[in-house]
């Protein structure tokens, strides 16, 4: 284990103060693997900011510490990158004009939160890897099935107050948007995904169950980007299992189960598109849209937001956009780094998602049991980095766990010398 070091107390011997240590150690352990099964729940529950995501984090920091999470060098680009930001980050709030200081340090302290959020969680899932991917991706899956049913039992008006969990006609759930809704589900789906394609029995069944259930709640959320996230994330994980981890047995299974599941997915949507209300919003989210157009439109707002960081260099600071010429938000994180961070602050965001690219689509280069945790990673980041162009991600909880996680699989793969493992001990 390529580690600098972990935050232990030494060792240990009866009767010494070091025994102590040891108890409260064993005991913190346990206790972070709970908390951050709770932490991770919570990332399904955004309608403000500092959200219930970010109180709990600071329970499972502590928790870290005393529990000695090992630091490993592999992370460390992480790190470099989170420090390198916060300066340009903090410098840019005083840039701004229009808008509170207050509100401007907000944002950034939140984005800077987020970045150690993805920093911990690498190296939690770098040790016990096989133990830790369950906890987070068990406690994800529940978080967002239990949105995907909510958004969906509002969306149809079943639930008293559905109001409250949809908006502009569209299932929100527990987000303040369908547009990060959507996006919310994709990642634990690719996981139901795959696990269907290389399982068998009650547990593809499960999975299967899974997998239909998300795809209805991103299907309600009627976000265009949610809905080609997830079936271009779906057919990425279908051929990264296909030529990488099926045998000759599987790729024969994947092909009849891909047919069949594809079947059951157009059944899912001539049901929901029989609803007249359903098939009018559809109609209208699948027809052009005038805000995308004209120098006003998304990529409009685009071009001048870039003008903007061009003339800027040290970022004109969050929330600064709204008061100038045009109202709306450029909705590309890739300019919205540079005109709000200035051009070091973009700089390493890039950094960020291009090293997190190479790191995961390296480590599927390499045999090991840790790819089948990868797969679904690579599927939805890679997703996720050209959703970013389109829509802001910059404070989606759940790209950062991505990054997180990518970083901390790469690094399991990097120190376990094995090869293969069975199976189903890897799914998750």
């Keep these: 284990m390529s580690t600098l070091g972990t935050l232990d107390g030494g060792s240990f011997k009866a009767g010494s103060r070091g025994l102590g240590l040891a108890f409260i150690r064993v005991r913190a352990?346990?206790?972070?693997?709970?908390?951050?099964?709770?932490?991770?729940?919570t990332g399904g529950f955004v309608l403000f900011e500092p959200s219930p995501y970010e109180l709990t984090f600071l329970v499972v920091l502590p928790l870290a510490f005393a529990g000695g999470v090992g630091l490993y060098r592999s992370t460390f680009g992480l790190l470099a990158i989170l420090l390198a930001f916060t300066p340009f980050a903090l410098i840019a709030c005083f840039q701004v004009r229009f808008t509170p200081l207050t509100d401007a340090l907000l944002f950034s302290i939140v984005t800077i939160f987020l970045m150690v959020t993805a920093y911990f969680i690498a190296n939690y899932v770098a040790e016990a890897t096989?133990?830790?991917?369950?906890?987070?991706?068990?406690?994800?899956?529940?978080?967002?099935v239990f949105c995907a049913i909510l958004g969906t039992l509002a969306y149809l008006g079943l639930i008293p107050g559905a109001e409250i969990f949809t908006r502009y006609g569209r299932a929100k759930a527990t987000f303040n948007d369908p547009n990060v809704f959507g996006p919310f589900l994709v990642l634990p789906a690719?996981?139901?995904?795959?696990?269907v394609l290389l399982d068998s029995g009650r547990a593809?069944?499960?999975?299967?169950?899974?997998?239909?259930?998300l795809f209805v709640g991103v299907f309600v959320s009627f976000s265009r980007a949610a809905w080609g996230h997830f079936a271009l994330s779906s057919l990425i994980v279908l051929v990264l299992c296909f030529w990488l981890e099926a045998a000759a047995r599987d790729k024969v299974r994947i092909m009849?189960?891909?047919?069949?599941?594809?079947?059951?997915?157009?059944?899912?949507?001539?049901g929901l598109l029989s609803i007249p209300a359903v098939a009018s919003l559809f109609e209208t989210r699948t027809a052009g849209q005038d805000y995308d157009s004209g120098e006003t439109g998304r990529f409009g707002r685009q071009g001048y937001a870039f003008e903007l960081a061009l003339d800027n260099p040290l970022g004109i600071g969050p929330n600064e956009f709204s008061f100038l010429r045009i109202i709306e938000a450029p909705h590309n994180v890739y300019v919205t780094v540079l005109h709000v961070y200035g051009w070091g602050g973009g700089a390493?965001?890039?950094l960020l998602v291009i090293l997190t690219?190479?790191?995961?689509?390296?480590?599927?280069?390499?045999?090991?049991p840790y790819r089948l945790m990868m797969i679904p990673l690579v599927a939805t980041f890679i997703m996720l980095a050209g959703e970013?162009?389109?829509?802001?991600t910059d404070h989606w909880r759940h790209y950062y766990l991505v990054v997180g996680l990518i970083w901390g699989i790469s690094t399991a793969i990097r120190n376990d010398d094995r090869r293969t493992a069975p199976r189903h001990q890897m799914l998750i």
């Design 388 to 392: 970013s162009a389109i829509i802001d």
């Design 130 to 144: 096989e133990k830790r991917m369950r906890v987070v991706m068990g406690a994800y899956t529940a978080a967002a």
């Design 348 to 350: 390493l965001y890039f």
């Design 204 to 213: 593809a069944i499960m999975a299967g169950m899974v997998f239909l259930t």
């Design 190 to 195: 690719m996981f139901a995904l795959q696990r």
């Design 29 to 41: 352990t346990r206790l972070l693997d709970i908390m951050v099964g709770v932490w991770i729940f």
């Design 357 to 368: 690219l190479w790191r995961g689509i390296a480590a599927l280069a390499r045999p090991s």
């Design 256 to 270: 009849i189960m891909s047919l069949l599941g594809a079947a059951m997915l157009v059944v899912a949507l001539a």
